[in-house]
């Protein structure tokens, strides 16, 4: 089971790493296409266009068929289209194509990832501790990209080779490494998309991913391009912001045990919105302890809400109600690049950007008080 789950965490890393990369290989792509911040912002929404159209239907076919084979035919169809990035990136059109089409495909992963983990742990008391150990790709994501950030912007065409690579062998990895699943009736998993609970639940990871992965697009642009900060502190306030992703990942689990689901969520929605205000008033040395503390507020509510959600799905249908808790929070991500690019364009100012990524906590709060009245 163990290594089922670390085929999931490297999976889950990749499409990560495909994702938020854009974050970063945006500057030197945005100079050769000559593009604006809204075109910027396009590319990412039309990623996640692609994820979300896809989302459900990926759910549905991951509690029929398994895990390990959805990741499998993914990944093939992946590094195709990382090839095609690095050999044939010629213009804007075929940038937003091929990014729309990588949304389609890696919807199917961290569902799948998702679904290992329910069917080995869904009855263990450790059941939050394993959601949180595939969600600690994320942040370990932003970290490596803390760390290579600079390479990116001369490199930035052999990372889509390198990623091409990549899920080759996790394509390999999956064909190797089966989990036995039940097949589940579509009829029957479809009826965990009616549940209001997770609907309001799903609402809640909306906001959640608002501010969390519109941060990550944009902090590294927005710095030094509208604060004046260098790239290289940029880059270190990414790698701490990943830093401190992954510290409160990790200690998660013993939040939840102490204060409960709901509780933890709330404490660290209100905790972003208080970081976001110091730093659009921090001079530039104050701001990397913030960020590592931002980077604590900005990810810890997610174990517990994907928890919430599959607990009230069920074993058997935590693909569809992840499938499809994906597709309608990834409106978030969605929106939220091209809504910041959008205030950029329009106000050129880092604060006000910085209280649009606060839209997605609010709308997640009262979307929580919403669930708790239910």
């Not at 910027?40 to 895990?67: C, E, K, N, Q």
């Not at 990790?250 to 730093?279: H, M, Y």
Request: proline share 3%.
């Amino acid at each position: 089971m163990l290594r089922n789950i670390i085929v999931g965490w490297i999976g889950t890393f990749l499409q990560l790493f495909l994702r938020l990369s854009w974050g970063v290989i945006s500057l030197p792509i945005a100079l050769l296409f000559h593009l604006n911040s809204i075109q910027i912002g396009l590319v990412a929404t039309a990623f996640y266009i692609g994820y979300v159209l896809s989302s459900i239907p990926w759910g549905l076919i991951i509690d029929r068929i398994g895990p390990s084979r959805a990741v499998e035919y993914a990944s093939i169809i992946l590094v195709g289209m990382n090839l095609l990035l690095f050999l044939y990136l010629t213009d804007y059109t075929i940038l937003l194509i091929a990014y729309l089409i990588e949304g389609l495909i890696t919807a199917s992963i961290f569902p799948s990832a998702m679904k290992i983990v329910a069917v080995s742990y869904s009855h263990s008391s450790k059941f939050t501790f394993y959601v949180a150990l595939v969600e600690s790709a994320g942040p370990i994501t932003i970290i490596t990209l803390g760390i290579i950030a600079s390479f990116l912007l001369h490199l930035w065409r052999f990372i889509y080779l390198a990623m091409a690579v990549s899920f080759g062998l996790i394509a390999i990895l999956s064909h190797f490494s089966r989990i036995s699943v039940s097949g589940t009736e579509i009829k029957r998993s479809f009826r965990v998309i009616l549940n209001r609970k997770i609907t309001m639940a799903t609402l809640v990871r909306l906001g959640e991913l608002w501010s969390t992965w519109g941060t990550t697009t944009w902090i590294f642009p927005m710095l030094v391009l509208y604060r004046g900060i260098s790239p290289t502190l940029s880059a270190l306030f990414l790698l701490l912001f990943g830093v401190g992703q992954l510290v409160g990942i990790l200690s998660v689990e013993k939040l939840v045990e102490r204060f409960g689901d709901s509780n933890v969520i709330l404490i660290n929605l209100i905790g972003f919105i208080i970081l976001t205000f110091l730093i659009i008033f921090s001079n530039d040395i104050d701001i990397l302890p913030e960020a590592f503390l931002l980077g604590i507020f900005s990810f810890s509510y997610r174990p517990p809400t994907d928890s919430l959600i599959m607990k009230i799905a069920g074993e058997s249908s935590a693909g569809t109600s992840i499938g499809f808790a994906n597709a309608v929070s990834q409106i978030g991500t969605m929106i939220a690049p091209s809504f910041v690019g959008l205030v950029l364009y329009l106000t050129h100012s880092f604060s006000i950007s910085m209280l649009a990524l606060d839209a997605g906590c609010v709308i997640s709060i009262v979307s929580l008080l919403s669930l708790k009245d239910l």
